[in-house]
Nanobody
Framework: QVRLVESGGGSVQAGGSLRLSCAAS????????MGWFRQAPGKERESVAV????????YYADSVKGRFTISRDNAKNTVYLQMNSLKPEDTAVYYC??????????????WGQGTQVTVSS
């Protein structure tokens, strides 16, 4: 198993950028697909971006396509989410997760504690 710790959240104005990082402990990081999910108050957790074990395959939700970029560095046991052109509707708690390459949160076994992203208009 891996333990996941997110960082990089914060408050920005619309149009700004943030870079989230998710550091994983353990030696099995490269065996897992990794995903970024988010959950806004009163809403279900939704998939934002997913990356395969090697990093060669990625998926983005339509709402973030062209603005967010997911990447990973298996040598550093870290997955990133670069978020540009942020919108108020991006405001949520962002979670990274380790599991299968999937957009379904139930396919992920390990989750970080979450990091808050707040975008003001």
């Amino acid at each position: 198993q891996v333990r996941l710790v997110e960082s990089g959240g914060g408050s920005v104005q619309a149009g700004g950028s943030l870079r989230l990082s998710c550091a994983a402990s353990g030696r099995a990081f490269s065996l897992y697909g990794m995903g970024w999910f988010r959950q806004a108050p009163g809403k279900e957790r939704e998939s934002v971006a997913v990356i395969s074990r090697s990093g060669g395959i990625t998926y983005y939700a339509d709402s973030v396509k062209g603005r967010f970029t997911i990447s990973r560095d298996n040598a550093k046991n870290t997955v990133y989410l670069q978020m540009n052109s942020l919108k108020p509707e991006d405001t949520a708690v962002y979670y990274c997760a380790a599991g299968s390459y999937s957009t379904n949160p139930y396919d992920y076994d390990m989750w970080g504690q979450g990091t808050q992203v707040t975008v003001s208009s």
